[in-house]
């Protein structure tokens, strides 16, 4: 209805807010999740599917490769899957989720994410907000993990329901909300106040470090123990298919391995060791009970069963330099740090380093069988306490050390085993002191407390043995917030005028011997020297004695007669 006033005039319409359409945006997120998820199964149907056309005895069709491509996208998220074609004739669940698989998935979500919070922005609208985005693309990545569990349920190996979901959206949500994240320039948002300590910074700079070194350590002992067990190695990689195609699936398969065996290394040297089904378990300690241990070039190069060697024990140092790396990064570079805090941030180091362990041992284990392989890799919380008793014991002492060496006092005073007396103290305030007492009115005075007369206390002190000195006249000073200047001008020497000279020959014996004397030539101007320079001086050459055998030496020449009096002469 359009209003009118009295006179019966419309009043104008008043504009309408923009309508935000942010439904295209959002579509195109959960499309984006949708292909991010695809992508992922296409790239696992491809390569299985190869390996079945080059295998020369397939045992069931491509669809069978396509089913068993689904499962294994599943595995890669945590689902477990289970394969019923046993022995035995029990279902037997395979839970083992090779790590480096885990990267597929992630990177494709984090980048839809990433591509998702952009789209907007290129187009020159309104970008959605960060939650729209992560709702949409986990929305379409759920939606095709969801049909692949249903394909996956009429294959070889299908996945269980619950675990997977329980552990495909979980892998989901993380991904995708680092991918937002990342775009949005890694906010931190509102933290309690207490978060936004160093301390806290400086905890998961540390913890990250000793989680690093504790892997390090694990990949250093693994590849050690493969060139240890060679011969073992290739004997288990040869028997196990005779075709290349094959081979070239073990190999893909331990490549897939080798960060979980990174893991497993290092809870081996953290002490705990891993489990390598119900009654066997592997430590520096020994390696007790009977193993079951199938094929594979990897389990080839377990450490021989029976108790530990030293060779075994010296493991040991892994977990040590994690907790002295945890220590090291603990240090605050400031004197105002106490020594408590500095033990608490190690602490709180060593506290991140062991949640971060325990959750890579739980990522890395997992069942392999339903009896004897029920339980396989490490116990999530015995490596996780392991790495807080290690990096505890070793961090919070070190921490305080570096500490207290890097804010130690420099030497006595000066003449108390000083050489120089100038690092005598460390103290600020007496080395400024020093510093004016030396140069003088060249360094103003940046004392908060302005006095008459200019400098500080400490730099008015007479020396021993100095005679005393008048008070100096005020001077005009100008004072601001934590600044003085004196704004006394510097008197300026005058210079003696210097006639202008030229160059004549002088009545000399010598040639080229010259008398200055007045000139009218012009002379480039030249600087103010610092000396003055001697006027009436007569410069004559040197001539070698006369001697002979009848007449001694040449007498000395007499002066010159016109030689102004008081004139210096140059032999």
């Not at 923009?18 to 992508?39: D, F, H, I, M, N």
């Not at 290349?244 to 040297?269: C, D, E, H, K, Q």
């Not at 570096?402 to 804010?407: F, G, Q, T, Y």
């Not at 003449?415 to 009115?441: K, P």
Request: charged share 15%; proline share 12%.
């Amino acid at each position: 209805m359009t209003q009118v006033t009295e006179r019966g005039t419309s009043l104008p319409t008043p504009p309408r807010a923009p309508v935000r359409r942010r439904s295209p945006a959002a579509a195109a997120c959960v499309v984006g999740g949708a292909v991010a998820a695809v992508l992922g199964l296409g790239f696992l149907a491809v390569l299985v599917v190869v390996l079945w056309i080059s295998s020369p005895y397939p045992d069931s069709g491509p669809g069978g490769a396509l089913h068993l491509a689904a499962g294994l996208w599943l595995l890669a998220h945590g689902t477990e899957l289970v394969r019923y074609e046993t022995l035995s004739g029990v279902p037997a669940p395979v839970g083992l989720t090779p790590l480096l698989l885990v990267a597929l998935p992630a990177l494709l979500i984090r980048r839809a994410a990433r591509l998702g919070s952009a789209a907007q922005e290129d187009r020159g609208a309104e970008p959605l907000p960060a939650g729209v985005v992560f709702s949409a693309v986990l929305c379409g990545y759920l939606g095709v993990g969801a049909l692949a569990v249903v394909y996956a349920a009429s294959g070889p190996m299908p996945a269980d329901p619950l675990s997977a979901a329980r552990h495909l959206p979980v892998v989901a949500a993380l991904a995708a909300a680092g991918g937002v994240w990342e775009y949005r320039g890694r906010p931190l948002g509102q933290l309690p106040g207490r978060l936004t300590r160093p301390r806290y910074a400086l905890a998961l700079r540390a913890g990250a470090g000793g989680v690093l070194v504790l892997l390090g350590g694990g990949a250093l002992l693994v590849g050690a123990s493969l060139a240890w067990h060679g011969p073992e190695v290739q004997g288990s990689f040869a028997a196990l298919t005779g075709v290349w195609s094959g081979r070239f699936a073990v190999l893909l398969l331990a490549l897939a391995l080798i960060p979980n065996a990174v893991v497993w290394g290092a809870s081996y040297a953290l002490g705990p060791g891993f489990a390598l089904g119900t009654g066997a378990a592997a430590t520096p300690l020994g390696f007790d009970g009977s193993a079951a241990l199938p094929g594979f070039p990897l389990l080839a190069a377990l450490p021989a069963e029976g108790p530990g060697t030293p060779l075994t024990w010296a493991v040991g140092a892994v977990p040590v330099a994690a907790g002295l790396a945890v220590g090291w990064f603990a240090v605050r570079r400031a004197r105002d740090v106490s020594y408590g805090e500095t033990a608490l941030t190690a602490a709180l180091g060593a506290l991140v380093c062991a949640l971060a362990t325990a959750a890579l041992a739980a990522a890395s284990a997992g069942p392999l069988g339903s009896r004897e392989l029920a339980a396989f890799g490490p116990v999530w919380w015995q490596a996780g306490g392991a790495a807080l008793g290690w990096t505890l014991v070793l961090a919070v002492p070190l921490a305080v050390t570096v500490h207290a060496w890097r804010n130690r006092p420099a030497k006595g005073p000066a003449g108390e085993g000083s050489e120089d007396g100038w690092h005598d103290s460390g103290v600020r305030e007496v080395r400024w002191a020093a510093l004016r007492r030396a140069a003088g009115t060249l360094i103003p005075d940046f004392s908060g407390t302005p006095e008459e007369g200019g400098g500080s206390p400490a730099a008015r002190v007479p020396e021993e043995g100095a005679r005393p000195v008048s008070a100096p006249p005020k001077r005009p000073v100008l004072v601001m917030p934590g600044l003085k200047l004196d704004l006394t001008p510097i008197p300026i020497p005058a210079l003696p005028a210097e006639p202008a000279a030229a160059m004549t020959p002088a009545s000399g014996p010598g040639p080229g011997a010259l008398v200055a004397a007045g000139s009218a030539l012009a002379a480039p101007p030249s600087p103010t020297p610092l000396v003055p320079p001697v006027t009436g001086a007569r410069v004559l050459t040197r001539r070698k004695p006369e001697t002979g055998p009848e007449t001694g030496p040449a007498p000395r020449p007499e002066a010159d007669p016109g030689q102004p009096e008081g004139a210096a002469r140059i032999d």
